[in-house]
């Protein structure tokens, strides 16, 4: 074979193997979505009367009040409510972000988690706290990150691209 072919060959295995590192990057995807299905966070209010579930996207999926709690008033029942709910909310979202962070957080050298949380002191005017949400983190453990091997790089169409003329 003549040197230009040998090149040629040589120039498409390594798109092949670009490919592959692609397609691993993205076979988590399923296992991600599956992860933030599943996520949920639940925040009880400090004094017992209020528990709010909140699930992927923020939902919310459940609320429990004690049975003392309608003696509390419907001005301040409501305030424990709303209160309740942003922090359960707050901590889905964090734990999305977080699944989102271990799932291609290096590939692509982004931090959701620490967006998010500064989304949200901003939002609630909490700079420098964490919402109590934080401190009631789900019970399902959490999953190590994906960690790139030595020959993994972000740019696909190096020097060596069949693309190049």
């Known amino acids: 074979m003549s040197a230009h072919m040998d090149q ?13 590192q692609a397609e691993a990057r993205f076979a988590g995807v399923a296992d991600m979505q599956e992860r933030i299905a599943q996520v949920e966070t639940s925040v009880t209010s400090p004094d017992g009367n209020v528990t709010v579930v909140a699930g992927a996207g923020g939902a919310v999926t459940n609320l429990r009040l004690a049975p003392g709690a309608a003696r509390l008033g419907s001005d301040r029942l409501a305030e424990l409510i709303m209160t309740t709910m942003r922090q359960a909310v707050a901590g889905a979202v964090q734990q999305q ?6 799932a291609f957080g290096d590939a692509f050298g982004i931090n959701t988690s620490e967006q998010v949380r500064q989304a949200q002191a901003e939002a609630f ?6 919402p109590a949400s934080q401190q009631q983190a789900p019970q399902q453990a959490p999953r190590p990150g994906r960690r790139p091997s030595p020959g993994d790089d972000d740019d696909y169409f190096d020097q060596d691209s069949i693309l190049r003329s």
């Open 8 to 20: 040629l060959i040589a120039q498409f295995e390594n798109f092949q193997a670009k490919v592959r």
């Open 97 to 102: 972000a977080g699944i989102v962070d271990d």
């Open 125 to 130: 005017g909490t700079v420098g706290q964490e």
